[in-house]
């Protein structure tokens, strides 16, 4: 399939963070390639665990000054980002958060003039025009979650906090909830919705 004359193709970069390549997210991760691939979209994998990328924000990182050189294993993830329009987060609710590899990645990929910025003491997103789609998958069910005010609090620190303050706008965060007790049916149906969330955004990005 040829894109229309003068419309660029959209380019998909998702970022993956679960150890086990058994795990529902690793089939999450497989559905959500696939569907992309199928749409003949561009797409690229980063795979945390499997990098391996280090999570531990250096001394000299914490220097926010634009023009300090930027360490190579950050400046290629930076790559990755900058050339992609819509990135994909794939990973596991771990302690309310996400997994401590892919915080690691936030704090030191996400860096100051990279990310944000800040002039005259106004804090300034620098990665606007581009998205996000966020899938969690967690043990706890939707309703205990809800009552305890743990989604808006994920949400709000995840979407807000993270993405929105670096001026990327999330399109979809889902949550998969209580997937340990899942049955299989339930578990494939699950990544029926997660297959269905990928062809109406794919739709109307292209
Ligand atoms: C270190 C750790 C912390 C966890 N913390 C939470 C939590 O805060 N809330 C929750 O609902 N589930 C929590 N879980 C359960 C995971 O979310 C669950 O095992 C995972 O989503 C299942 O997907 P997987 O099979 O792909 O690993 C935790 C699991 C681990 C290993």
């Given at each position: 399939m040829t894109d229309a004359p003068g419309k660029a193709q959209m380019k998909y970069l998702i970022i993956y963070a679960h150890p086990?390549?058994?795990?529902f997210n690793h089939a999450i991760k497989e559905t959500i390639e696939a569907a992309l691939k199928a749409s003949n979209a561009a797409v690229a994998v980063r795979d945390l665990y499997e990098i391996p990328f280090d999570p531990a924000l250096k001394t000299a990182e914490l220097?926010?000054?634009?023009?300090v050189p930027v360490p190579e294993d950050v400046k290629q993830e930076q790559e990755y980002i900058r050339s992609s329009d819509v990135l994909i987060f794939i990973y596991p609710i771990w302690w309310s958060d996400m997994p401590a590899i892919l915080k690691g990645y936030v704090d030191r990929v996400f860096s100051y003039g990279f990310a944000w910025s800040m002039e005259q003491n106004v804090f300034n997103g620098l990665l606007h025009g581009k998205k996000a789609v966020i899938v969690n998958t967690l043990a706890s069910g939707r309703d205990d979650l809800v009552n305890m005010g743990l989604l808006e609090c994920m949400s709000k620190t995840i979407?807000?906090?993270i993405f929105d303050f670096c001026g990327?706008?999330?399109?979809e965060h889902k949550y998969l909830c209580g997937v340990l007790d899942a049955t299989a049916e339930e578990r494939t149906r699950m990544l029926k919705e997660v297959e269905e969330m990928m062809g109406r955004i794919i739709g109307k990005q292209a």
């Amino acid at each position: 399939m040829t894109d229309a004359p003068g419309k660029a193709q959209m380019k998909y970069l998702i970022i993956y963070a679960h150890p086990n390549a058994k795990s529902f997210n690793h089939a999450i991760k497989e559905t959500i390639e696939a569907a992309l691939k199928a749409s003949n979209a561009a797409v690229a994998v980063r795979d945390l665990y499997e990098i391996p990328f280090d999570p531990a924000l250096k001394t000299a990182e914490l220097e926010m000054v634009e023009g300090v050189p930027v360490p190579e294993d950050v400046k290629q993830e930076q790559e990755y980002i900058r050339s992609s329009d819509v990135l994909i987060f794939i990973y596991p609710i771990w302690w309310s958060d996400m997994p401590a590899i892919l915080k690691g990645y936030v704090d030191r990929v996400f860096s100051y003039g990279f990310a944000w910025s800040m002039e005259q003491n106004v804090f300034n997103g620098l990665l606007h025009g581009k998205k996000a789609v966020i899938v969690n998958t967690l043990a706890s069910g939707r309703d205990d979650l809800v009552n305890m005010g743990l989604l808006e609090c994920m949400s709000k620190t995840i979407d807000a906090g993270i993405f929105d303050f670096c001026g990327i706008q999330v399109i979809e965060h889902k949550y998969l909830c209580g997937v340990l007790d899942a049955t299989a049916e339930e578990r494939t149906r699950m990544l029926k919705e997660v297959e269905e969330m990928m062809g109406r955004i794919i739709g109307k990005q292209a």
